[in-house]
């Protein structure tokens, strides 16, 4: 069975702490992305990587930093977590290069920043 | 600009009617796939359906279907035979760029929908 895994299912933290946030797929696949989903605004794309150590600015970068080293493995770093990230964060993965296949993702984690 | 847009934020429909739910997205690649994703209240994505560009007939997958019209930029999902279990957020999500640097899936806003007994 395919798997797509987060660190946390919920996190909360305090205002100008650094959170890491982990996504492990285990599907040999390329492509990664982190999103944070809020209501009425869906899926917001914040980084993706097509490959180890490559990364890519999504629709909202700010605020948020990702490290792959290696394949299977993704990273978000809030370097300084404020109240405005309170959010769902979800982790996706996707097979890269000849066909467009669907992304698969993680059971999400609940960030509160107090 | 919002590159996928689901004007529908929420709907209501009738159990064992058929739905539809609009998508309209942006993009100047002469390559993209569409997907349609559905989130229950458990807040799993489960993939329902998939066109790509090229693709000369609209995709179907059971009680779902995709009627994809490639001039209006639309990608609209039917649902035929509403159940219970139906209820739940759907996302419209296009992927482009595919195999290059910039191979990325964005979402709509979603519509939350509701079926009625």
């Known amino acids: 069975d395919v798997k797509v895994t987060q660190s946390s299912r919920y996190l909360v933290k305090r205002t100008g702490e650094k959170v890491f946030l982990e996504c492990v797929q285990d599907?040999?696949?390329?492509?990664m992305f982190w999103y944070r989903q809020d209501p009425g605004l869906g899926l917001r794309l914040i980084y993706f990587?097509?490959?180890?150590?490559?990364?890519e600015k999504g629709d909202i970068p700010e605020g948020y930093s990702v490290s792959r080293e290696k394949k299977e493995r993704f990273s978000l770093i809030l370097e300084s977590a404020s109240t405005n990230q309170t959010s769902m964060y979800l982790c996706?993965?996707?097979?890269?290069?000849?066909?467009?296949?669907?992304?698969?993702f993680g059971p999400g984690t609940r960030l509160t920043v107090l | 600009a919002q590159k996928i847009t689901q004007t529908q934020p929420g709907m209501f429909v009738q159990e064992k009617e058929a739905v539809t739910l609009d998508c309209t997205y942006d993009t100047s690649d002469p390559s993209y796939g569409l997907f349609w994703y559905k989130q229950p209240s458990s807040g799993e994505m489960i993939f329902l359906i998939y066109q790509g560009s090229y693709d000369q007939q609209n995709a179907t997958e059971g009680r779902y279907s995709l009627n994809f019209q490639k001039a209006r930029k639309s990608a609209n999902l039917v649902i035929s035979a509403s159940q219970l279990g139906d209820s739940a957020m759907y996302f419209c999500a296009m992927r482009e760029g595919l195999g290059t640097s910039y191979d990325k899936v964005i979402f709509g806003p979603g519509t939350s929908l509701s079926v009625i007994p």
């Open positions: 599907m040999d696949h390329e492509n």
């Open positions: 996706a993965s996707t097979r890269g290069g000849v066909s467009y296949n669907e992304q698969f």
């Open positions: 990587s097509y490959d180890v150590k490559m990364k």
